[in-house]
């Protein structure tokens, strides 16, 4: 089962940094049920939180060094290695990664003379990496968590609970006040 899991968890992060670094070109369909919340949800965070998500992925940058992988694999074990970890710290998770691969692909996108075949293996280079940093410890280290959880099924219910309710319903306001703890864990962790 973790195997799968861990699998599961790759397929919906790459999804979600395929799709931060894709846009404005229109990404395919979401692969999954999971992967389509999870769309929703991040992007609703980045919008109420743009500027913070901004400011922290450039924060990153300038301190993580040459590997940006094992930067955020740090950062992640601060933002939800706390044994306080909720649906909303894993959507912050996703949003931050989501805003740092679009990042690192126009710092790397700089470079004049890339054509679309260069651009787009930058894109998938920048995502599988950052993927697999999510995957291995969300799948791997907090697969006990995700189990006792229902897994990314059990993520989906509760995308749907938080849309059933509404936009401007006490469950999303929980979502994101919960997502605030994992962002102010991170600003801490970044400019200290």
Excluded at 4 to 27: F, I, N, Q, V
Aim: with cysteine.
């Amino acid at each position: 089962m973790s195997c799968g899991l861990w699998k599961e968890t790759l397929a919906l992060a790459e999804d979600y940094l395929y799709l931060c670094c894709t846009s404005p070109r229109p990404a395919p369909p979401p692969p999954s049920e999971s992967a389509a919340a999870m769309r929703r949800l991040a992007q609703d965070m980045e919008t109420q939180h743009q500027a913070r998500f901004n400011s922290l992925a450039q924060t990153f940058l300038r301190q993580c060094g040459p590997d940006p992988c094992s930067g955020l694999r740090k950062v992640i074990e601060e933002l939800v290695g706390d044994g306080h970890l909720n649906w909303g710290r894993i959507v912050s998770l996703f949003t931050f990664t989501g805003v740092l691969a679009r990042l690192l692909l126009e710092q790397k996108g700089t470079k004049p003379g890339l054509d679309l075949g260069q651009e787009r293996e930058l894109e998938s280079g920048n995502c599988r990496g950052l993927a697999e940093t999510i995957a291995d410890y969300l799948g791997e280290e907090k697969k006990d968590w995700l189990l006792e959880n229902d897994g990314w099924e059990g993520f989906c219910k509760f995308s749907h609970s938080a849309r059933e309710v509404g936009q401007d319903s006490s469950m999303t306001t929980a979502l994101f006040a919960a997502a605030g703890v994992g962002l102010a864990g991170l600003t801490f962790l970044l400019v200290r």
